[in-house]
């Protein structure tokens, strides 16, 4: 099995800079992709940003040019890296990652989510 840890949320002021952090930890074999999703209070969980194995990434429209999404192939570990943030992005925000491990091959694991809130 494997698990994920995420670190980097807090409050920020419009303008300003965060980066998160998502580790995966336990058997993994290896990481067919990585990502964030985010949910405002009510509205459906969005995709934020996703880095497939290799470097292809993928962005929501409304953070492209803002957000960067990167990963550290020896720490099996996703950053994103949040500038010039707008209240709109005030959201809880979880990391999942795609993976193949001893158990099975191909399944999406969630982390608990980490509150980014940004003030005007």
């Known amino acids: 099995q494997a698990q994920l840890v995420e670190s980097g949320g807090g409050l920020v002021q419009a303008g300003g800079s965060l980066r998160l952090s998502c580790a995966a930890s336990?058997?993994?074999?290896?990481?067919?992709?990585m990502g964030w999703y985010r949910q405002a209070p009510g509205k459906q969980r969005e995709l934020v940003a996703s880095?497939?194995?290799?470097?292809?990434?993928n962005y929501a429209d409304s953070v492209k040019g803002r957000f960067t999404i990167s990963r550290d192939n020896a720490k099996n570990t996703v950053y994103l890296q949040m500038n010039s943030l707008k209240p709109e992005d005030t959201a809880v925000y979880y990391c999942y990652a795609d993976l193949d491990t001893v158990i099975v091959n191909g399944k999406v694991y969630w982390g608990r989510g980490t509150q980014v809130t940004v003030s005007s």
């Open positions: 336990g058997s993994i074999f290896s990481i067919n992709a």
């Open positions: 880095i497939i194995s290799g470097a292809s990434t």
